[in-house]
């Protein structure tokens, strides 16, 4: 029987603690060593630590990295490439000292890099192993004491002693050293500040010698200004591969007699930025063919290319979202991990002969029925200077429920980080938490997001705190002309730049109901001297150059208008943040509290950039819930006690 009640009070089955069982673990970094397939699961039950897992013929799973080590890196800080495996012996990156360590088929790891002068000091990321198994190809991040930037290399590191021995040199930043075996030949990516690898980087190949790891007659093959080059591979003939959007789009390029081709010219990006390390969207198979991945709002596919008959092969798959493309040994299969509007990510096995898929790890403990789940729209909507931007809009579903007559629904409006980024179709709980609830979500690709081509991503460069903020304002004024959502109770919530984005909505608009920033940034002009390395220069090309632009970064800074502010806010923080320091969300909150504003703040021992703890997650996601009914007025009906969060100032 269905109840009638209001919006944002009905009773959901998806509680908080659902969510670190399934979406919240995140799946990466699929391998195969033989048979055997591994892949990293990150846990928040266990703090969040990154676990190498194997898969072995038999079906039996393993849980490779024992439970006081955690196989992650924080090289750029966003980390990625942490592990790499041959022969049951893996090689992997700790967390907590950022060292290299050997576990040798299954024993106790052993450290394989030296201990640096400063701790952390030496961190080593995109871990590949040489075809004759002596090195280590990865990139170095070095910190010093000194006050001075880090220096990124790429070295080779030997598998036997430890010796540590640079490859490339001299460049602010490096990514994805990959050697070629047929021919002695290696590959990688560069760039300099204040590029960021999305903006312009540079394509470089060379001879390597893999029994000292010289490399000779360097030379760039593609790139420089305004070209963005991911992804180098060699195929098993020698020949290098690589993803480039000089078309305006990434596509998958190969480098042949000196000139390259396009292997599928879409309007479809093939890519996505390098914010980690280690991602692949296609992958080699022995045939000589290539399996991409696409995803799709609903569905997508696996492409066969095959570049000597010029042709392709499209098999339609049950998943929307695909990611981390790796082929089997022996060709007869691709893996990548798998998500779609009713699944959550998972790793997934393609059998190519049948074309059939087969889920062969599932993380998620839930299993949530199909009617307390919303399915995502993909929405067009017209936005400011006779631009269009695009979202998916996610209704309120609920089996159990329905409002009364006449009434509209609350919304969430969720901004993605990044901004370079997008948010896909995948099954994220976190979403239907809020649609099993009674509110509608509408999840902004604003303008500057990747997936939808060159000139779409780079609309946001000088527009930053402008566009975006635009666009999730546009967006829910689009659903509110559709009759779809109530107007005076709209809500939006982002993380790290979503959440600068959302501070700056609530700052200089009187549109927003509420809003909740997770690590957002408050004050550009703080955020210059105060971050990490790979973004220390971004804000170039989003904002403007610093000091030139100076008055551009006082007039985007929300805390230099909170005069202008009259919106309640919930501040969620990491205490551990490297990228969007503490500082920033304790200045908004020191205005919230002058001004008598209702807020909450939490802020989070031992949580970086994006919360990995369990007890955290939960806690934020109820806090935020509860933030709401208290400043709009109605009552969930989940029982969340006081103790979860004090909201201030509130009459």
């Not at 290399?153 to 602010?172: L, P, Q, Y």
């Not at 955290?616 to 009914?629: D, P, S, T, V």
Request: hydrophobic share 35%; net charge negative.
């Amino acid at each position: 029987m269905t109840t009638i009640a209001p919006y944002g009070s009905w009773k959901s089955p998806i509680a908080a603690e659902m969510l670190i069982s399934g979406g919240k673990r995140r799946l990466s970094e699929i391998r195969c060593d033989g048979n055997d397939i591994y892949w990293l699961d990150g846990r928040p039950k266990e703090g969040g630590r990154q676990v190498i897992m194997r898969l072995s013929p038999s079906g039996a799973t393993t849980d490779l990295t024992p439970p006081d080590f955690n196989s992650r890196n924080a090289v750029h800080e966003y980390g990625g490439g942490s592990y790499a495996i041959r022969d049951r012996t893996v090689y992997f990156t700790n967390w907590s000292d950022q060292r290299i360590y050997v576990q040798r088929d299954g024993r106790v790891p052993e450290a394989l890099t030296a201990e640096p002068p400063i701790p952390r000091g030496a961190r080593f990321a995109d871990l590949t192993i040489t075809g004759n198994g002596q090195y280590l190809l990865c990139v170095r991040e070095t910190h010093t004491d000194d006050g001075q930037e880090a220096v990124n290399e790429i070295v080779a590191v030997h598998t036997g002693t430890g010796a540590v021995k640079v490859v490339a040199s001299g460049r602010d930043f490096y990514c994805a050293p990959r050697e070629c075996t047929s021919h002695d030949g290696i590959a990688w990516t560069e760039w300099d500040h204040p590029n960021m690898p999305w903006d312009g980087n540079s394509l470089m190949s060379g001879s390597f010698d893999g029994n000292d790891a010289s490399v000779s007659t360097t030379a760039e093959l593609v790139g420089g200004t305004g070209e963005s080059i991911v992804q180098p591979s060699w195929a098993s003939n020698g020949l290098l591969h690589f993803v480039t959007d000089r078309t305006g789009w990434w596509n998958i390029y190969v480098w042949r007699d000196g000139e390259m081709a396009n292997l599928l010219d879409e309007e479809s990006d093939h890519g996505r930025p390098d914010w980690q390390f280690g991602f692949s969207s296609y992958a080699h198979l022995v045939d000589g063919r290539i399996a991409l991945g696409k995803g799709g709002a609903t569905s997508g596919s696996i492409v066969l290319i095959d570049p000597g008959a010029n042709s392709a092969q499209t098999i339609k798959i049950p998943f929307s979202e695909v990611s981390y493309v790796t082929a089997s040994p022996d060709g007869g299969s691709v893996l990548f991990i798998g998500a779609s509007p009713t699944r959550e990510p998972a790793v997934v096995r393609l059998e190519l002969a049948t074309e059939k898929c087969e889920t062969v790890y599932s993380p998620s403990e839930v299993d949530v029925e199909p009617g307390y789940l919303s399915s995502p729209q993909h929405v067009v909507f017209p936005t400011t200077e006779n631009g269009a931007a695009h979202a998916y809009y996610y209704e309120p579903t609920n089996q159990d429920f329905a409002a009364p007559d006449g009434e509209l629904p609350p919304l969430v409006t969720i901004c993605h980080g990044g901004p370079t980024s997008a948010s896909g179709t995948g099954l994220d709980l976190s979403t239907h938490y809020w649609t099993s609830r009674g509110f509608a979500v509408v999840d902004v690709n604003y303008r500057g997001s990747s997936g939808y081509g060159k000139v779409y991503r780079d609309a946001l460069k000088g527009k930053w705190g402008i566009y975006d903020t635009d666009d999730c304002i546009a967006a829910a004024q689009y659903l509110i002309d559709q009759g779809l959502v109530d107007k005076d109770r709209v809500i939006i919530r982002g993380g790290s730049a979503g959440g600068y984005t959302t501070i700056n909505a609530l700052t200089f608009h009187d549109f927003f109901a509420a809003g909740a920033a997770l690590y957002g940034i408050a004050d550009l002009m703080v955020f210059i001297g105060d971050t990490h390395k790979f973004e220390s220069r971004y804000l170039e090309s989003l904002v403007g150059p610093y000091p030139a632009e100076a008055q551009r970064y006082h007039d985007r800074s929300a805390i230099n208008f909170m005069d202008q502010l009259a919106t309640p806010m919930i501040i969620l923080q990491g205490l551990e943040d490297e990228i969007v320091p503490p500082s920033q969300a304790e200045i908004m909150v020191e205005a919230l509290e002058s001004k008598g504003l209702p807020y909450a703040y939490i802020a989070f021992p031992g949580e970086q950039h994006g919360f990995r703890q369990a007890a955290n997650i939960i806690r934020a996601q109820e806090a935020e819930l509860y933030f709401y009914g208290k400043v709009l007025g109605f009552e969930p009906a989940d029982e969340i006690g006081d103790d979860v969060v004090e909201v201030r100032n509130l009459d």
